[in-house]
Each structure stands twice: as C-alpha cells, then as structure tokens.
C-alpha cells in the first residue's frame, strides 16, 4: 500500500477522528469520548495505537481537576503534524512562478542559489577531508526531508535521491535542483554537479568530484 493510501485510510478511521479533534486543541479521554459517542475504553485502545505508532502524546493537564486522580490531556506530536494534508506544493509552485515573471529566469536561478548557500551557512566544516564532508552533506539532506544513496566511483561520488522534498514542484520549476547543487557545493567544498531526472517522477543526482 502507498503511503498517501495509508494515510487517506487512518484519517478515515475514528483514529483520525481522534487525530482530526487534537489538531484543535489538546483532549482528555472524556472528552474525545463525548464527542466521539465511544466509550472511555474505547478511546484509550485506539490512543495506545496512536502513542505507540508515535502521532500521539500524553500531557499531565494544568486545568481543574477532580481529586486524588491526575487528568491527562492528549497532544499530537511533530511527527503527526507532517503526515496531515497540506497546501506546501501548490502554493510553493505558485510561488515560483510569480517571481521567475518579476524577476526573470536568471534572476531566479540566483535567488534559488543564495537559499541554497544560506541553507548550508554555519554547517561546514573545512578540517574535514571530501569523504567526511560528502557524509556530513548526506546527513544534512536527511534533515531537510531527503531520501539518498551515496555511490563511489574511482573520480567521483553520484548522491541519488529517491525523497525530494520539493519533487513536486521540479516538473515545472526545474531551476529548484540548482538550490540542491549550491547546498551540496557549500557543505562539501568543491563544485557540485546536478544530473536530476526531472520528469513527472523527479530524482535527484548530483555528481561529487573528488580530483
């Protein structure tokens, strides 16, 4: 199963009723179960499922509460937060349009250039030699959201990603893989060349030389 297919299937569920009412605000059992018509039992199973797979948090509360039993109020985590439906990508696409018309396609291409070079700023490290700074390049695109493989040759690395996190905007903002290169050239010190597919499925290559 696609991972758009899981989530669409456990924001359908009543954990994603559970998940649709803690992204208002945090809840305790009671009150879930209120507003869900399930039973307290019922709301605590399907919030162990939710805390152990991670989208779910327990909070001591800091409201009124009865005596001689603690309330707690359930929280998502950051961890949810990234799974639930957002406009990131229509609205960056959008973005990038209207300024390659004000600004024009080379003024553009810069622009994306200098985030990538702030993207990489305080993160480099010159004592390291190329092999160290590829791998601390490679842990930095994991941060960002990035998915890749590291593959040596005898006069170069090739960087493959399969995780973009701006894939959905390359097919018609190709310029956005030069934010990538700038970022990878920044951290590793020598001139970064990208080789992206940039088609309907984009995947990211860049080509490390280390001569």
Known sequence: MQATQWIERLLASTRGQIIGLL????????????????????VRSHLAA???????????????????????????TPEADVLLPKAYAPVLGLLLGVLRERLGAEAMD?????????AAAGRTDPEQDIRMRIEAAYG??????????????DDSVLIRGYSCPLAAVVPGNAEVCHLAETLLSELIGVP???HCQKGERPRCCFEVPLR
Request: net charge negative; proline share 3%.
């Open 23 to 42: 992204r208002r605000s945090g809840r305790t059992v009671n009150e879930l179960a209120g507003e869900l018509g399930l039973t307290d039992n019922a």
């Open 50 to 76: 939710l805390e152990r797979d991670g989208l779910v948090k327990q909070e001591r509360s800091t409201g009124p509460r009865s005596v001689g039993k603690p309330a707690f109020v359930y929280t998502l």
């Open 110 to 118: 810069e622009l994306l250039r200098e985030v990538g070079r702030r």
């Open 140 to 153: 930095v695109l994991g941060e960002l959201g990035g998915v890749a493989d590291i593959e040596e040759g």
């Open 192 to 194: 970064v060349r990208e």
